[in-house]
C-alpha cells in the first residue's frame, strides 16, 4: 500500500495544523494507521494511531491537543494538531500496519515556534 502524506509546515505556538495521509488501499483492510514522529537526536515515537475498529491510541504528551481521525470513503486518516508546542516540533510519519507488513509515508517537517 501507498501512502500520500500532506499537511505539516511552520506554525506558532498555540497554533494548529493539520496532517492527512491517504492510502491507496481501503482503510477498511488496514489494521492501524496513524503517525510517528521524530525530533533531532532522538527515537521515533508513536504520536497517534486508529485501528479499524476505531479505537485509538494518542501519546500522552498530546492528549487532549491531537485528535486522529478517518474518513472511509476518501481512505483517509487525519490528525489535528492544536495549541501546539514547541516541543511538538519533529519529522511526522503516516504509517500503517496490514497483516502483509507495515509502512510507512514520506516524513513531513513540522515546526512549532515560540
Known amino acids: 500500500v501507498q501512502l500520500q502524506a500532506s499537511g505539516g509546515g511552520l506554525v506558532q505556538a498555540g497554533g494548529s495544523l493539520r496532517h492527512s495521509c491517504a492510502a491507496s488501499a481501503s482503510i477498511l483492510n488496514i489494521v492501524t494507521m496513524g503517525w510517528y514522529r521524530q525530533a533531532p537526536d532522538k527515537t521515533r515515537e508513536l504520536v497517534a494511531r486508529?485501528?479499524?475498529?476505531?479505537?485509538?491510541d494518542v501519546a500522552d504528551s498530546v492528549k487532549g491537543r491531537f485528535t486522529i481521525s478517518r474518513d472511509y470513503a476518501k481512505n483517509t486518516v487525519y490528525l489535528q494538531m492544536t495549541s501546539m508546542k514547541p516541543e511538538d516540533t519533529a519529522v511526522y510519519y503516516c504509517?500503517?500496519?496490514?497483516?502483509?507488513?507495515?509502512?510507512w509515508g514520506q516524513g513531513t517537517q513540522v515546526t512549532v515556534s515560540s
Open positions: 486508529i485501528s479499524t475498529a476505531g479505537s485509538t
Open positions: 504509517n500503517a500496519v496490514l497483516n502483509d507488513g507495515t509502512y
